[in-house]
């Protein structure tokens, strides 16, 4: 048996360490490090709670909608209020595009350019894989850049600037679209559309989003979807990387008439989300302190960096158990049959189910930028009580979000956030139960001398992994 | 260094036409606000010189600044600037990954020795020894300190670097610190925003690649051409606010008639930066735009200065001219900082020559 440490990671967003035991060319336990700690809940202490607005999407400028859209709406529940309904729908919009970009950077960015490595040399398709996604200089590369910022001007209308908007506020969003905005909106969101269609997939989005099992996936053979699903049908990237089964989804984009993705928990069935059953374990973390639920729990480095700990990143449980979250969980959550098909996870499944979203995203947001009624409200006035309690639970590109925000003498008593890699990525828990990552890398097959184990770094990234949201 | 490619050798292999090349730059030269007597000298510079490398490190961060970096609307960064800088090494981007990484790391410090540009997004936290951030196994201080013993320049992308931004806000558990404190015997310029618009970071950059040298510097250590006036003094919002016409609660009538944001909390008048005269997302929009004030992204500390939604008490300068050399000599700490940039200038070009000394020694 040896020990073998994999990092630092890069194409995954911030710093991470993986630490391997290796017996007979497999991965025998794996054990993830964030080894990157900022200490945003402890400086948010003492703040005018409003200043969260600002101060969270700072932890990730990636994700930083997210973050504040988890903030707008944990400050809305503290004050007993809710966003007017156009705002929310703004706010889902400014959000799926953000998630939508995330999406396509992932697969074009940080996932695929493993295929073009030298390693994979002589198979069909490494030509092709090398031309489209070599890092940096790939076509496919450069073309899902620009695709990117084309559908971002929607995020600059809406939003002003991005990474780090300030539009999303407790009672709605600052911005109040034109007549004319709103057709120039459709017009990017129709030229990304095209994008999608010519490149990504190859074919009308709609043709993907109503697949419904894993043969006819695996048939899907053209765009770029198509160059990753023949790629996954010859290195068997199906069974790479099985994850528990069990996924957790907070339910994306809360309109006036519900959430656009349903919220809840599967384990075999979907059962209803009981917040109280979250909790945040530290046993492996730096971290002093006890198994707390998100509201009571606290942040506090333990600067001697004892072990049995190896990470920064708690441990969050949903009733004692690790849950897998992301756009597969979000997709399995809200009953999408072809999500449902690849239940069992891996490398496969959580690709595919990112590319799912990515075609039934769009839909949406041609929804909702047509049905924008310009003339409405889309702010209300929040008062931000001097004491008070509120969550907020959002999904993020990557996954469950949560802020839990306690409120004493006006500023901010307690701030507490789960990111979603918190809960992929995270350490043991003190029952030495590993997080979703830990568990997926167990059997992951290593050839003879390497370094950095091609099969690890592809179910690494198959989680899309963000290491500055996951300690903050 | 002949072994090192020009820029146009390097635009041309990645497939960029004479005609692209021409354009791109004659825009950069309008960018940097330079006449197009400059468009042949900067297409002869590109021609001629070696293309500078580029490593670009990432400490304490969100990676905002790669994410602005990469959405620049300069024209055709997506493939022109990006080649030309190519990323010798980057965290976040590039194809190798663990230990082939850091030895591409090395591998680059060791062929561009002293001619290389160190970019550095986010910035050491020296609390615990650095343990609040390690890669390789090394603190990034360690990282930072070893990569910049050989640059011939340094960038400080964003507040991150520049000034510590949100991990360094009260009490800054982590003790994150901006670049210059912890490197003080290079030039550093600073590009400060939470993140850096992108045109402005693709403008300095192309300067920087261009002609050799940093950009003016203001007192503070930023680009005047970018820094050189405050979001106020150029916001289309400005004539509502000389009329005194405010808003006064979010989405009232005054907001849809775009009234000034100031009670709001704006800190446009007291931030130096481009925002309203590049603006955001390819020229789209910027935070004003959106109705919301400015937060002072681009000022040192603007974490601490109270809570973002109270207004700007100790708004003293109302002339257009202003500049942030003027408001500087008032503050403290700051006096000497224009001579240091000059030194700055002269210390890349001493670090130049000894590189070519050095080049030709081997």
Sequence with gaps: MSELIVGPFN?????????????DGRVREARANSPLYRGFEVMMQGKDPRDALTITPRICGICSISQSAAAAFALADAAGAEMVPMGAQVAALLHAAENAGDHLTHFNLFFMPDFARDGYAGRDWHARAVERFTAGAGSAVRRSVEARAELFHIVGTLGGKWPHTLAIQPGGVTRTPTASEKVRMRATLRGFRRYLEEVMFGAPLEDFAALESVEALLRWNTGDAGLFFEIAADLGLAEMGRGSGRYLSFGAYPLAGGRAMAQGVFDGSVAPLDTARITEDVSHAWMIGDTAHPEEGRTMPDEDMTDPAYSWCKAPRYGGAAFETGALARQVVDGHPLARALVDGGVLARVAGRLLELARLQTMMEHWVDTLDTDARFMVPVTIPREGRGVGLVEAARGALGHWVRIEGGVIANYQIVAPTTWNFSPRDAGGVPGPLEAALVGAPLSEGEQTPLSVQHIVRSFDPCMVCTVH | MADIETFYDVMRRQGITRRSFMKYCSLTAAALGLGPSFVPKIAHAMETKPRTPVIWVHGLECTCCSESFIRSAHPLA??????????????????????AAEAALEDTIQKYKGNYILAVEGNPPLNEDGMFCITGGKPFVEKLKYAAK?????????ACASYGCVQAAKPNPTQATPVHKVITDKPIIKVPGCPPIAEVMTGVITYMLTFDRLPELDRQGRPAMFYGQRIHDKCYRRPHFDAGQFVEAWDDENARKGYCL??????GPTTYNACSTVRWNEGTSFPIQSG?????????GFWDQGTFYDRVTDLTQFGVEANADKVGFAAAGVVGAGVAAHAAISALKAAQ???QSRNEEV
């Design chain 1, 11 to 23: 194409r995954v967003e911030g710093d991470l360490e993986v630490r391997l035991d290796i017996a």
């Design chain 2, 78 to 99: 997506k493939d022109v600037v990006l080649s030309m800088i190519s990323l010798d090494y980057d965290d976040t981007l590039m194809a190798a990954a663990g230990h």
């Design chain 2, 150 to 158: 050989d640059a011939k320049a340094i960038i400080s992308w964003g």
């Design chain 2, 262 to 267: 100031y009670k709001m909390g704006c800190k």
């Design chain 2, 292 to 300: 919301h004030g400015c937060i002072g992204c681009s000022e040192d």
């Design chain 2, 353 to 355: 020559n000894k590189a």
